[in-house]
């Protein structure tokens, strides 16, 4: 079925083609002059009287000029081919970063059973797969992520284009926990390119991996760190815990403690040289969260890996693997005044410092507002996605080139017909 | 053309003669009355020797019987040599395709040739071409028809070449034959007539006009010239009519002019038997 972007030029084409024959019809030619050696004895009066054809003559060359203008004016409307559609179709997202993979997969299995099913599937990237290559696919032991739910959209956007060409309708399934991180600001109008509502399956998120043995400090009890850090991790004190934090400089016994296990080491500044004077408001971010107070910078740089950055890009922590565990130095602490150290910035800022070693933190669950924002239809009046063509991309070219032909052989209908005649 | 087509013309005007319209001026015997008074075998006249008369042509019998001294005069006949002027303009190659009046006059001209020829008189050939001047010198030998014919073989009429300049190249000839449909310098050749004419030469214009020259069909209704694309006319019915008389009154006023120049004038229509036409022409 052929479908046309800009069908004006087809119409104004095949005005012209009017005209063109209005004209051909209309034309008035001088007869062709007949030798006659004696033409001087003929009465000289204008020789240039004229007469309308009593029917239609030259029909190839009028046929050919027609021609060449319905291909130009085809070729100038951007035609596609597509394909005659019937059936439903479902594109459905699938949060293999942060969703739990089992309820994912059966959910996506669900959808899948009698329905011409595409999947997009969304962890740090978004790709489009089958259903049969998520099955076999171990993506348990694939590290948790936030993927991005924008990229997925416009993924699962440009599916459509492909789909309606085949399909008379194509519903958008959503399997994922939705969390915020999963969520950013284009995501909501990247969302409206979709016409229809969304069908979001919730699915628990993966397990929280930030839970280890509990900790234990090595602290002063009335030190903040250690105020912010009992409202993630418990205290333990039978020598089993798999954290311990401590202020200054690392001891050997911590560094052999570290690597013996799959551990945490947190060090933090010492609270002699970091807590006077703190008058200054600054910004430490992390991968899951950003909090604002009273910092202050430490003169020794973080080692290893960075994980945190004051608002300035300097590194704020770092982490450098240790045997089996791993050294998390701090260049800042939390102002000891008032309850800055228990407040909810600080706690995610903690819970990303007491991750296990190269785990990520998912986050939290978008609001259920947001939630329902992404599930509603999109706004009325808005066109269904554009099927995408699927026949050649070349056919205006292939036109243009056959209106050219057909322009050559005009010109070679017309030479033979050729007279010193000229059109009235 | 081919020699084959010429055949049964050929064999049609064998046997005809074709006497000079004046007395031969030509000092080898032919077939044509000669000016000069001689001692060929066919007695004319006696008349009385006066001093200054040849001795030898003194009938010697007769002096010893009378004792009178007679001269004995005979005719004398000489030949006449002919020369064809063939006018190779365009406008001799109408109506195109087949029996235009280039054929026509080729026709006319190799029979006539061949008429002349058979006489034993020489026959020669100028046709002015675009591309340069045909020339054929007047013979006498076996072959000169057929030359001639094989010379008519390589033109085809085209341009507009005038015809009065050839005639200065035509030598002794005492005969000149003009096959010309006079659309070109007419009166520039008529002109160039008079000289010849007023040497006792012989001239003979033959006007050879198309048979739609004479009933030009209406057609698309827009006539022009082939050797002046200029002259571009519309032909209807009404400016046909008016065509027909101005056209036989040119025509009329050109065989009068040349009348009265002192040269033999004959029309050919194309569609007229060429057989038929040379025996009038030969005959006039």
Known sequence: MMSLAAPAYLWGALLAAVAVTALHLLARRERRAEPLPTARFVPDRVATSVVRPDRLKDVALLALRLLALTLIGLAASRPTWTARASGTARIVIVDRGAGAWGPTVDVVQQLSQGVATSLVLVDSSARMTTVEQLSVREDSLAPAVAGSMSAAFVLAVREAQVLTRRFTRVELHVVSPMLTAELDAATLSIRRLWPDSVIIHDVPARPNESVMAGMETILSIDDPV????????????????????????????????????????????????????IDTLDAVTSSTATVTGYFRRSGAAPIGRPIMWWSDGAVAAGEAVTGQGCVRSVAFSPSPRGDAAISFGVRRIMERLLAPCGATVLGEKAPANARGVLAAPGPPGRATPVPAPDGPRFLPAVLLLAAGLALLAEQWVRRPNATPAVRA | MTLARYGPLLDAVRGLQWPSRRRAT??????????????????????????????????????????????????????????????????????????????????????????????????????????????????????????????????????????AESLARIGQAQRVVVLSDFLGDEAALRRACQPLLAGRREVHGVHVVADAELAPSLGSGLVEDPESPAVRRPLTAESRAAYVATF???????????????????????????????????TT
Request: proline share 6%; net charge positive; charged share 25%.
């Open chain 1, 226 to 277: 250690g105020a912010a850090a009992r409202l993630t991790q418990p205290i333990r004190a039978d020598g089993r815990a798999s954290i311990r934090i401590r202020r200054g400089a690392p001891t050997s016994d911590d560094i052999r403690w570290v690597g013996d296990a799959a551990r945490i080491l947190l060090v933090w500044p010492d609270s002699a040289t970091t807590m006077r004077g």
């Open chain 2, 26 to 163: 030509g000092m080898l015997p032919g077939a044509h009355e000669s000016r000069r008074r001689g001692a060929s075998p066919e007695l004319s006249e006696y008349r009385a020797y006066r001093q200054g008369d040849d001795p030898r042509q003194l009938d010697w019998k007769l002096l010893a019987r009378t004792d009178r001294a007679f001269i004995r005069l005979a005719e004398e006949r000489s030949i006449v040599g002919t020369i064809f002027l063939l006018d190779a303009s365009a406008s001799m190659d109408f109506p195109r395709g087949g029996g235009n009046k280039w054929e026509a006059a080729c026709a006319l001209c190799v029979g006539m040739a061949a008429i002349a020829h058979a006489s034993g008189d020489p026959v020669g050939l100028l046709v002015p071409t675009a591309s340069g001047q045909l020339s054929l010198a007047p013979r006498t030998r076996r072959g000169t028809v057929q030359a001639l014919i094989r010379a008519l073989e390589q033109v085809h009429p085209s341009g507009a070449t005038p015809l």
């Open chain 2, 248 to 282: 036989a009154a040119w025509r009329h006023d050109v065989a009068h002019a040349w009348r009265q120049s002192g040269a033999a004038f004959s029309s050919v229509i194309t569609s007229e038997e060429p057989v038929r036409a040379i025996r009038r022409l030969v």
